[in-house]
Each structure stands twice: as C-alpha cells, then as structure tokens.
C-alpha cells in the first residue's frame, strides 16, 4: 500500500492527503439489476431524484477568466449557461430566454457584454437582469419575472459547480472529504491542455464504472500490467464519493520482472528528469527513486509537493465524486472525466476528457486547448481510453440481453457496488430502497 | 557428440536468469563446473544452488558487478581459484538497449565492451593453461542488421564482434579459440520481448513476421550453440560470428 515515507516526511504533516484506509463499508453481495442502465422509467427516477437534486461540475473557472465570459453546458434535457460576473463571481443560469424559451446561447464557451436572445432580442445583463425589452409598452401585463432564472452556483477546486435544486445543500456539504483530500495538488496551478467531448453508446454509469476498478486492466489494458500494480490497490468508500490509490512506475504481481524500463514508465522517468539509462534490469527500484528524484527536485523544476506526500509524486489517486466525475490526480497533471447522461436515451451518454497539467512557476499560462466534440470511433482519444472506448457499447448491447442477469461484482470492484448504494439513497432515500425496486 | 566439457570449469556472467543462466545450465548439464553472478545477492544464491542440485556439479555462485572493474577482477580471480583453473569464458551480461541520452552509450560500452574486454584479459592466463581454452562472446543480430533505432546496444554489439575476430587471431597461437555467438530475438518469461508482446503487440508481431519459420528463439537454444562452440568438439572454429535467429537476418554473410 502506498504510505508516506516515514524516514524521510515531506516538508509539512498538516492539510495533507489522507492517506488512511476507510472501513470498510457494510454492502450485500446481491446482483446489481442491469435494467438500472436500460430502463427510461429508472432513467427519469435518477433525473427527478438525484440528478436534479445535486451539485453538478459545469465547467472550470480557467474557461471563464474574464468578466462576461461564459460556459453553456449541458445535462440530460437542460442547459445551464455558467457566466463570470463583474465582481469576480460566478452565476448561473438556465440558458432559456424568458419570452417564448429560445436558448439564449449554443453549447460551448463564449464572451459577452450582455445575453441578447436571437428570436426577439429580449437582452439580459450579465447577472441575469432585463436589459432590454423591445416594444415593453406593447406587454400590458408587464415583465414575466426579473430576468433569467438563476440557480445555485458555487466554485471549489478551480472547477465551478451549479445544481438544478434551488435549496440544495452548501456546496462544501457536498463535497464532503473531497476538498481536504484533493487541494494540497493545487488544481489552481494546473492548466487545461485537452477539452474533448466523445458521444458514447452506453448509460453514463457503464462508463463511470469503467474507471472505478482496476480488475480490467489484465482485461483490456495489458500493457498497463507494466505500468501500475493492479492488484494491491487501497480503495476507500467514503459517504458518497470513493477513491483508490494505484501505485505507478511499478509492474503488476502478474507479469515477470523484464530487464528493460517498460515504455510507460520511462515516460514518467523522463517526465520527472530522470534517465531511464540507469535503471536498467532494476525496474522494482523506480518507484521509490523516482519519489525522491521528484522530491529532491521540485524547487529548481518551479514545482511545490510541500503538501503530497511521496506516494502521490508517482501514483494514481483516483477518485469519484458522485455521481459523475472520475478523476485520476497526480502531482503533476490530473484528469477529469465527466460522464453526462443522454437528454431521453439510456442508451447513450457524453464524456467530457478534461485534462491538466501543472505549469512550473516562472513557466507561461499555455493558451486553452480548442474544443472538440465527435463520436465514438471517429477518432482516438490515446490508447488506453481507445481500449475502454471500444469496450463500452458492447459492455451496454449486453447490459439490454435477455440471456444477460445482472451484474456480478467482486471485491475488485467495490467501488461500483457502493456507487450502487449511493445512489438508491438518493433515489429512495437513506436505506429506503423497496424490495423488488431497480 | 561428446563435447568433451565434462570436468572442465566454466565462467559465465549474468547467468541467474535468462540466455546466461541457460548457457550455464547447458554447460552444467555437460558435467561442467561453472562460476555464476548477477548483481543481486539472493538471485544468484538461489541459481546457484539451483543449479548444482540439478546437475551434481561444483558451482560458484557469488554476486557481481561488472561495472566495478576491480570488484569484477577480484570475482573472476576468485572464480577460477574456486574452480581450480578456466576451460570457457561466456561474458554474456549486457547493459540493453535505449536510446535514452548519451549514458546509453557509456553504459554498452562499461558493460558489454569492457566487461567482455576486461574479463578476457582477467582470464586469458587460465584459458592458455587449459590447452582448449575458449572465450564465447555474445553478440546480437542487432549489429549486423538494422534494428529499432541507432542504439548504442546495436553499436557496441558491432564492436565486440570486431573485437572477437581480432582477439581470435592474437590468441590462437596459445590454444585459446575465441568466437561469437549472435542470437536473434529470444522470447522467454521476464524476457523484454515478453513485456514487448504485453505492451507493444504490434511491434512484437511485426518481429516475429520477419522470421520464416514463425517463432523466436529460447535461451536453450542459443546455449547449445554456446555449448559447441565452448566445446573442443569446435575445435577448428574461431573467429566467427555464429548468427543464431532462425532466419531473422535476411543478409548474405559470405
């Protein structure tokens, strides 16, 4: 298990990464009903119960730097307009005009002095104000309201986040351990270098529990059994959100010692300044030497680990927060996957690869990545996701078969089952779930 | 075929895993002694004791660093007073391919060149005493073909090629003979081509596509080619480069 190391402690003991392993939670071993993919009418009970009752990731607050800069995402059959106000805030709004509900702006990002809808210019101000009516006099009954409806927003982690429940919980509330967890990174030095939606033919559950086990890897990424210890994983389910830690720049208990340095970690060898040419036939001593190379280093490489203990310098921390953003962090980028639901198909999702990485003090801000949406299999997303991609729509064509019975979950995947848990107490409420309910 | 190695005693470095633990199997199997070494401790105790429980032979087995030209010395000499005298010399140990930064070159030249060059020198007096004395170096047929990348391995393979042809001419007056055994891709667990095929198929399968009869070679065999020519049933061969690739090679070698 990944462990800070006791001889040598990073330089601070406070706000740190909790290393320790959670307990254990208490979870049947029941079959998981595949219809909880499938089934629209489960579709809408996860809109009306959890989805709309949550705190959603809309967008990152490098996207909106700027006062009148603005995101429009969307989630199932809404869309949310994330706009960056003139004190620094962040509002948000539903992207609907309150006149005849044209959407006021097409997904994406974008700049503007004031929200003008392209039907009959009805014109709102940044905070969500009427700017101008065209012909006012002419409705007698007056404004339908004081602008466009606003919802709550909140920002944590450099990301922003919005929820479709006016009283919905604080956001920190929420979140529970995640912030104490994941803020010694300092998602706030990171910058984005790849924005990229791909449409995908399975549930947006299909695909987040493609991330939350590492049984798959001597599956669908062998070559990652030269990469990472798939076997002797930490995983802690907290009261929403879970974790594991991976350890990196290590092999896989599976596979036999080689005497070169497999690709992958000469890459992360060379990505902490360090050269492979020395640790040739000594593979099992990388690990440990690449912690203390990074270590030793991140003053002259302009980078702060003051706060990560030595685990953290090499391996995968990776987390969920419920319901739908996975997220592999390292000390020196970090990944976000945010899975969407399809507005009226279970049968579909979106997912959003957002990808950091950590820019040196004294280095320039990179400028944004250009945005970039298509579907499966018009184009690779590298070949790791490649791999879990082509899995997934006959992951889904099976989850609709009859001769299909449910999904049988082992320890490896623990993740998935309390992911489970978590969600039928949102959809009928702490332990209250039916006998005989999806 | 006798070989005629039974009794006689043999070196071979790096020899706990891999082509050098199968030479030195194979010549153990002959009935000679052998001095074994890797840089870990427990692996060449293990080897060690592996092998002399298999074959009833007096083995050697004591941790090496070739690298360290004295401690390299110091091990030989120590190797061949335990043996009580030197037939065959199989500096087989590597320091692998990459082209990482220029540390690649020195590394193929501390440890493939100069280990081979060093122990040559350390034991010539031994292997002139034996009266069928022989040095069996390993090359690769990366040296003789393109392969990969300009690689400071593929290089310094060339040179000890070089330097075994010229070496066997110097030496043959004193009943020393001294060749090179050049295997093609060898595929065995904790193998690199084993972590190739795991992490770059592609790559793997377009090398095996390139030999005819289908499949790479095993450490055996590249140690029955060592054997022979180790052997004073290879009593007229020295100088050559024995290319061992089950037809990877596609060159004329006239």
């Known amino acids: 298990m990944p462990e800070a190391n006791a001889t040598n402690p990073p330089t601070g003991t406070v706000d740190m990464t909790p290393l320790d392993k959670a307990p254990a939670p208490e979870l049947p071993n029941d079959i998981i009903a595949k219809e909880r993919y499938t089934d629209a009418d489960f579709m809408r009970l996860e809109w009306e119960r959890m989805w709309s009752k949550i705190w959603l990731l809309g967008c990152m607050e490098q996207d909106i730097p700027e006062a009148g800069d603005y995101v429009a995402t969307e989630i199932g059959h809404e869309s949310i307009l994330l706009v960056r106000q003139a004190d620094g805030a962040v509002r948000a709004f539903y992207n609907v005009c309150q006149h005849r509900g044209n959407q006021l702006r097409p997904e994406g990002a974008g700049h503007a002095e004031s929200f003008q809808c392209a039907y009959h210019h009805w014109e709102y ?308 779930k039916p006998d005989g309910a999806l | 075929m006798d070989l005629g190695l039974k009794g006689k005693n043999a070196i071979i470095t790096g020899s706990t895993r891999g082509i050098g633990r199968a030479i030195a199997e194979r010549l153990a199997s002959e009935g000679m002694n052998v001095a074994i070494g890797a840089r870990d401790d427990e692996a060449t105790a293990a080897a060690g004791k592996e092998i002399a429980e298999a074959h009833g032979v007096k083995v050697f087995a004591k941790p090496c660093n070739v690298k360290d030209a004295e401690a390299y010395k110091a091990w030989l000499e120590a190797a061949i007073e335990d043996l009580g005298g030197l037939d065959v010399f199989v500096p087989n140990v590597s320091g692998g391919g990459g082209m990482d930064s220029e540390k690649n070159w020195w590394r193929n030249f501390e440890i493939d060149v100069l280990h081979t060059v060093r122990g040559a020198e350390t034991c010539l007096p031994a292997l002139k005493e034996s009266g069928a004395g022989a040095i069996v170096i390993i090359g690769s047929t990366n040296a003789v073909e393109t392969f990969m990348g300009p690689m400071a391995y593929n290089a310094m393979k060339a040179a000890l090629v070089t330097y075994s042809k010229q070496l066997s001419q110097f030496v043959a007056g004193k009943g020393v003979r001294v060749n090179t055994v050049s295997p093609g891709p060898i595929y065995f667990e904790g193998g690199a081509w084993e972590m190739i095929k795991g992490t770059m198929p592609k790559m793997y399968e377009g090398v095996l596509k390139q030999i005819p009869a289908g499949r790479m070679g095993t450490p055996e065999e590249v140690a029955n080619v060592v054997a022979f020519l180790a052997s004073p049933a290879a009593s007229l061969v020295t100088g050559v480069n024995l290319v061992a690739d089950n037809g990877f090679t596609k060159r004329v070698q006239l």
């Open chain 1, 125 to 432: 101000h940044l905070d969500g104000t009427f700017k101008r009516i065209p012909d006012s006099e002419t409705f007698p009954q007056g404004t339908p309201c004081t602008g466009l409806e606003e919802i709550p927003c909140d920002t944590w982690g450099s990301m922003v986040w919005f929820s479709l429940d006016p009283d919905v919980e604080p956001l920190a509330d929420f979140l529970d351990m995640i912030p104490a967890h994941l803020d010694p990174y300092q998602f706030h030095k990171m910058a984005r270098d790849r924005h990229v939606t791909v449409e995908w033919d399975c549930n947006w559950k299909t695909s987040v529990d493609a991330f939350n086990e590492s049984y798959h890897v001597q599956g669908i990424h062998p070559q990652l059994l030269w990469h990472l210890d798939d076997l002797n994983i930490q995983i802690d389910c907290y009261e929403r959100h879970n974790r594991y830690i991976i350890e990196f720049a290590t092999l896989s208990p599976r596979v036999n010692q080689p005497p070169e340095i497999p690709m992958g970690i000469k890459h992360l060898m060379k990505e902490g300044g360090m050269d492979p040419a020395d640790y040739y036939g000594r593979v099992k001593d990388v690990r440990a030497d690449l912690q203390a190379h990074k270590r030793e280093h991140a003053p002259e490489q302009g980078k702060d680990y003051s706060r990560l203990h030595d685990a953290q310098l090499t391996d995968d921390f990776h987390y969920l927060i419920f319901p739908n953003v996975t997220m592999n962090v390292h000390a020196d980028d970090y990944w976000i996957f945010r899975q969407r639901p399809h507005a009226s198909d279970p049968n579909k999702c979106y997912f959003d690869i957002w990808t950091f990485n950590l820019v040196p003090e004294g280095e320039e801000w990179p400028d944004p990545p250009e945005f970039k949406q298509f579907r499966h299999g018009d184009r690779s997303i590298g070949l790791v996701l490649d791999q879990d991609a082509a899995n997934l729509p006959g992951v889904q064509k099976g989850m609709n078969s009859k001769g299909f019975r449910g999904l049988w979950i082992g320890d490896q995947e623990l993740r998935i089952r309390h992911f489970h848990k978590v969600l039928d107490d949102y959809l009928y409420g702490p332990g209250g």
